[in-house]
């Protein structure tokens, strides 16, 4: 891009975002939520989450080459059977390349953490989100 005149000259990178924002997109959002509360409203002891965040962190890294979490201020699940089940789930983001997201190996690796979580603190289901996709995991067999 050429600089007008009085105007800085441009940074590649912002040539190269301003590419990317003009077409679309490559790239997509993951989110994870960590639970903060059982199947039966009854708080997770921290240690126990927090060691689920921080291997959520570690896979996303390894998945996806980073990731963000940040504390949600309060979440709400209706189960099939009409319960309201409350959490303050920590919320584990990426930002990906689609082809990495979609990586039949990659999400593989994901779906099983995301079994192994749910049968290890006993949730209802664990829900993914890819852009404006979500999933909820329910089925813990095979894990």
């Not at 996303?60 to 189960?79: N, P, Q, S, W």
């Not at 979580?117 to 664990?126: H, N, P, T, V, Y």
Request: proline share 4%; with cysteine.
């Amino acid at each position: 891009m050429a600089k007008g005149k009085n105007q800085p000259e441009l940074f590649a990178e912002t040539e190269q975002i301003a590419s990317l924002l003009s077409k679309e997109s490559t790239q997509d959002v993951v989110i994870l939520l960590i639970p903060s509360h059982d199947r039966h409203n009854k708080p997770l002891p921290e240690p126990l989450a927090a060691e689920w965040a921080s291997n959520a962190m570690r896979l996303f890294a390894d998945l996806y080459r980073g990731a963000t979490a940040f504390r949600a201020a309060h979440g709400i699940f209706k189960t099939d059977e009409g319960h309201y089940l409350h959490d303050a789930p920590l919320v584990i983001e990426a930002f990906a390349e689609v082809d990495a997201i979609q990586d039949v190996s990659r999400l593989n690796s994901l779906v099983d953490f995301c079994k192994r979580m749910g049968k290890a603190l006993d949730q209802e289901s664990i829900m993914l989100a890819f852009g404006n996709i979500h999933y909820y995991i329910e089925d813990y067999r095979r894990v």
